[in-house]
């Protein structure tokens, strides 16, 4: 299964933007890019996913590099109840699997 | 939307014993259920896919005879811890995929946290 690489943490104040990155130099062109999301003690909350344009709902924006090595999950205005774990994973469509990595932990602070 | 539904929540049991859980999609069928698992500040660890009417796909290192699955209908799949020991404690998430599209979103469980004593 292709691998995600995300920073461990960060921090984010309050109706500010968030740019989440996730790199994944080794993605297949069947890979679907797709983020997910927990709270503590919760499942995991769908954000978006896509393959290889630009995405956009009403929880956020995914910005998918050219070569789709890379990708950034923007939340155009963080809030308090936004902080969570945030998971890139690569979906393999001949698998249908979804393989979670160790995410991003997002911090809002009012 | 789409809701799956868990239950129970939390459980605790005695060590030996055997614990049911239960995975719901209330307002979807599910032709594919997922397992995970996910122990304290870690990330979620798959189990083993799920299928409506055939044995359950186990990943690698998971004991199938420890972990029953069984996927009988389109809205149930059941998880059966069998004989728990206190390294089995965990919480145990299922999540669903609505219809036959590939590449749909998933739809999670809110997780069933298990103690065994």
């Known amino acids: 299964d292709a691998k995600t690489t995300q920073p461990n943490s960060m921090e984010s104040n309050e109706e500010e933007p968030v740019h989440l990155p996730c790199n994944h130099s080794t993605i297949s062109g069947t890979d679907y890019i797709h983020w997910y999301r927990q709270l503590p003690s919760q499942g995991p909350e769908y954000v978006i996913h896509?393959?290889?344009s630009n995405v956009n709902n009403r929880m956020a924006s995914l910005a998918i590099a050219e070569d789709r090595k890379s990708s950034t999950l923007i939340l155009h205005r963080a809030t308090l109840r936004d902080a969570a774990v945030y998971y890139c994973i690569l979906r393999d469509i001949s698998t249908d699997k979804l393989i979670f990595g160790t995410g991003t932990r997002l911090q809002v602070f009012p | 939307g789409a809701v799956v539904s868990q239950h129970p929540s939390w459980v605790i049991c005695k060590s030996g014993t055997s614990v049911k859980i239960e995975c719901r999609s209330l307002?979807?069928?599910?032709?594919?259920m997922f397992w995970y698992r996910q122990f304290p500040k870690q990330s979620l660890m798959l189990m083993a896919t799920?299928?409506?009417?055939?044995?359950?796909?186990?990943e690698q290192g998971v004991e199938k005879d420890k972990f029953l699955i069984n996927h009988a209908s389109l809205t149930l799949s059941t998880l059966t811890v069998t004989s728990a020991h206190p390294e089995d404690s965990s919480f145990y998430i299922c999540?669903?995929?609505?219809?036959?599209?590939?590449?749909?979103?998933?739809?999670f469980g809110s997780g069933t946290q298990l103690s065994v004593l």
């Open positions: 999540s669903a995929e609505r219809g036959a599209t590939i590449n749909e979103k998933l739809f």
């Open positions: 799920s299928n409506e009417g055939s044995k359950a796909t186990y």
């Open positions: 896509g393959l290889t």
């Open positions: 307002d979807f069928q599910a032709t594919t």
